[in-house]
């Protein structure tokens, strides 16, 4: 519908002024309009003529056309048009509202999120990842695209180094004890204490340092049991916590394998890409207004920086077709991936320009305390505790508690816009009131039981009745508008990037809702049939909406 205006528009300008442009339209508040545009204020200066006059002669041709779609168009304040749909095109609108276009459609996308690292807990940071970049493989799934969705964990490198030395320390280097070290304690435990030691022991520095040389060469039979071990329970813990929030992978990457083949590349374009600097090997940033990074360090190890480029091999190798490539990470790495991203561009300008990365701000919680009850360190799965307990006070006898639950956690990341900070707040994440998951559902469930009632009393639209021909009333008219945004509300996100969209929306379409349904009886007014028909459509846009966002829509609450 918004195209087809648009093409109108376009049309009675070129007729009027011998002029090509451009037209946006907006959506305008429900009084005004359906659609509004300001292009006769962009005309003006053009033709040299006051907007509101334009505006008059735009308004007056489109209102004498007779359209099918538009009914009128009107002037506001300093040359604002605003367009009026005919009842059978804003029928049309938001009865097609849950179809949208594709176009991605046959692309293939790889999305890389989550990452948490082995031998560390998960931390709140990665379970933000994880939830946007699994709600924005959805959003370009809806676009036609076919997602690969992926995950990179860094298995090699001194935080390695740090644990196995902590854990190492543990059972006194002795075989026997490591089952039962693994057991007792966390492995962020012994990555405390490891990095503690990092810091302040030269003896444990030295050996930490060894041990990592061990970790890359796999040449230390011990080393090489924990470091087997202690990856395997972490990736379990990691897959438990992944199984809870409903995300899953394609494809898993490692450091320790992308680790090599980007020292190959490093080593193959040095001087002309790279450069020999006191035993190590850097990329001048400055050149491109950047700044310099160390890509192996003069102990002869790969960077943070070299294991990406390897990695960006690795998934053009697996993947060659893919047509873009994803990156999510919080914004601390925004600086680093200018730079990798620079370098890469010298090797491979083709893999650089279709990769694309996407950072995500901090997390904080309302309480102020970012530490357990136990004093360690507040993790995803804390989080996770906390809102299941949560959920559990407010509806303890449900049976959608585990709903709730998916709704809380991954509705309060998701609304909030990528990039920004989020303050989480538990209380709040599980409230029927307000911009909540939980209520979004509600508001579904609330839908569903108005439609389950009428089909129970044999109040059903017969085919035979023209719904597309009956005129809306102004409070239904107002809801059918908010309906019909869903299809661009879907593409924006998508294009963007931004799942917070879909969230915003259908909070506002939850309010319009209510202020429609507080003063327009449905069941047995004369007006029955419209009002079951703008309801049916409410609910399938609310169901989908949640889908998107991977968050349950139970009939029932």
Request: with cysteine.
């Given at each position: 519908m918004k195209e087809q205006i648009q093409i109108v528009i376009k049309?009675?300008?070129?007729?009027?002024?011998?002029?090509?442009t451009e037209v946006e339209l907006t959506r305008p508040a429900s009084k005004y309009g359906d659609y509004?545009?300001?292009i006769a204020l962009k005309l003006s200066k053009q033709l040299d003529k006051p907007a509101t006059e334009i505006a008059e002669m735009i308004s007056q041709i489109m209102t004498d056309q007779n359209s099918e779609i538009i009914d009128k168009v009107t002037t506001a304040g300093p040359g604002f048009l605003n367009v009026i749909l005919t009842f059978k095109a804003l029928h049309d609108s938001y009865s097609g509202a849950n179809k949208w276009e594709k176009p991605n459609k046959d692309k293939q996308i790889l999305v890389e999120f989550g990452d948490p690292n082995p031998f560390k807990e998960m931390h709140l940071g990665h379970l933000y990842t994880s939830i946007e970049g699994d709600t924005i493989s959805n959003l370009l799934e809806s676009s036609g695209a076919n997602i690969k969705r992926l995950s990179y964990h860094g298995d090699v490198g001194l935080p390695i180094a740090r644990s196995i030395w902590g854990i190492g320390e543990a059972i006194n280097w002795q075989r026997e004890g490591l089952e039962a070290a693994l057991k007792d304690n966390p492995l962020g435990y012994y990555y405390a204490n490891g990095a503690k030691a990092d810091e302040s022991d030269e003896t444990a520095k030295a050996k930490i340092q060894e041990i990592n040389q061990h970790i890359y060469k796999k040449d230390d039979e011990l080393i090489n049991e924990i470091y087997t071990k202690g990856c395997k329970l972490s990736f379990d813990?990691?897959?438990?916590?992944?199984?809870q929030i409903h995300v899953s992978?394609?494809?898993r990457y490692l450091e320790s394998v992308s680790s090599e083949v980007g020292m190959e590349t490093v080593k193959n374009h040095i001087g002309n890409v790279f450069e020999q600097s006191q035993g190590a090997i850097v990329y001048k940033g400055e050149k491109v207004g950047l700044h310099t990074r160390v890509f192996v360090t003069s102990r002869g190890l790969p960077t943070y920086e070299t294991k990406d480029l390897g990695l960006v091999e690795l998934k053009d190798k697996d993947y060659p077709k893919a047509n873009k490539s994803i990156v999510i990470t919080g914004n601390e790495q925004s600086e680093y991936f200018k730079v990798m991203l620079a370098a890469l561009k010298e090797i491979n300008p083709e893999l650089a320009d279709k990769t694309v990365h996407l950072s995500h701000g901090f997390l904080a919680l309302t309480s102020g305390k970012m530490s357990s009850r136990t004093g360690d360190i507040y993790t995803a799965k804390t989080l996770l505790d906390d809102v299941k307990t949560e959920v559990a006070a407010h509806y303890p006898d449900s049976e959608v508690k585990n709903d709730v639950f998916l709704?809380?956690?991954r509705y309060t990341f998701l609304k909030q816009r990528l990039g920004a900070d989020i303050i989480f707040d538990v209380k709040?994440?599980?409230s029927l009131e307000g911009n909540s998951g939980p209520y979004i559902q509600y508001a579904h469930a609330r839908a569903r039981s108005i439609l389950d009632k009428a089909d129970k009393a044999g109040k059903k639209i017969a085919p035979e009745l023209k719904i597309d021909q009956i005129p809306l009333e102004d409070a239904e008219r107002y809801l059918a508008m908010k309906i019909s945004e869903f299809p661009e509300i879907v593409e924006r996100s998508s294009e963007d990037y931004m799942p917070h969209h879909i969230c915003t929306y259908l909070y506002e379409l939850a309010q319009e809702f209510n202020r429609f349904y507080e003063h327009n009886r449905v069941i047995d007014d004369t007006r029955m049939f419209t009002r079951l028909h703008l309801v049916k459509v409410y609910a399938e846009v609310l169901h989908n909406g949640l889908k998107l966002l991977n968050i349950p829509a139970p009939v029932h609450m």
């Open positions: 049309s009675v300008c070129r007729d009027l002024f011998h002029i090509e509004s545009t300001n813990q990691f897959d438990e916590i992944f199984k992978y394609d494809a709704a809380a956690i709040e994440s599980v």
